[in-house]
Structure formats: C-alpha cells, structure tokens
C-alpha cells in the first residue's frame, strides 16, 4: 500500500526557515512525478513546487520562487522542501503528492504536515 509521510513542521517566525521532508513507500518513486502543495483554512489547495515525472524538471509557485527549494533523495525514497525567507502567507498545511508517471490516474496524498508563520 503506497504511504506518504511528511513531517518538518512547526512554528517559525517571519524570515526564518524549514525543511519539510516526504518518505514515501510502496509506489514506483522514481516513476512518479512527486510535488509539494499547500492549503490553508477556506482556501483551495494549491501546488508549491514539483517534480515531473523521474525528477526531470521542476516547477514552482510564483509566490515561492527564489525562497523554496524542492529536491529529493532517490536511494531514500524521500523528497524535501527547503523554505526560506518564510511569510506569513506561507502559513497552511503542506501536503505530499505522488502522482505515477504524472498521468493524473493514480494519485497518492500524505497527511500533512503544519506550518505556521507568525510572530
């Protein structure tokens, strides 16, 4: 059964950074375009950052470009997002989404993990 396991998250402050990470089990990893979204309280659940497919290419919120920063570590089935300079609009519960061969026909969630930008 496919599993996806975030944790990293918590409590920051404006300005300060986390690195949020994904374990992921029972799915062809290295087949599956793997993405971070978000979602905050009475809003639409939105993508943040991305892999295609095996990891060929990247794509990013343009509410995050040049502050994240999404990679992965294959030989641990985990990927990671590095935040930076985080906002106080960055505030939501960030999800971990496994979407195999990025065909949009077998896709996994995570549980979530929180994070919260306040002072």
């Known amino acids: 059964q496919v599993q996806l396991v975030e944790s990293g998250g918590g409590l920051v402050q404006p300005g300060g950074s986390l690195r949020l990470s994904c374990a992921a089990s029972?799915?062809?990893?290295?087949?599956?375009?793997m993405s971070w979204y978000r979602q905050a309280p009475g809003k639409e659940r939105e993508l943040v950052a991305g892999f295609t497919t095996a990891g060929r290419r990247t794509n990013y919120a343009d509410s995050v470009k040049g502050r994240f920063t999404i990679s992965r570590d294959n030989a641990k089935n985990t990927i990671f997002l590095q935040m930076n300079n985080l906002k106080p609009e960055d505030t939501a519960v960030y999800y971990c989404?496994?979407?195999?061969?990025?065909?949009?026909?077998?896709?996994?969630w995570g549980q979530g993990t929180q994070v919260t930008v306040s002072s």
């Open positions: 989404n496994a979407d195999l061969w990025g065909a949009r026909k077998y896709v996994y």
């Open positions: 029972g799915l062809a990893f290295s087949s599956s375009a």
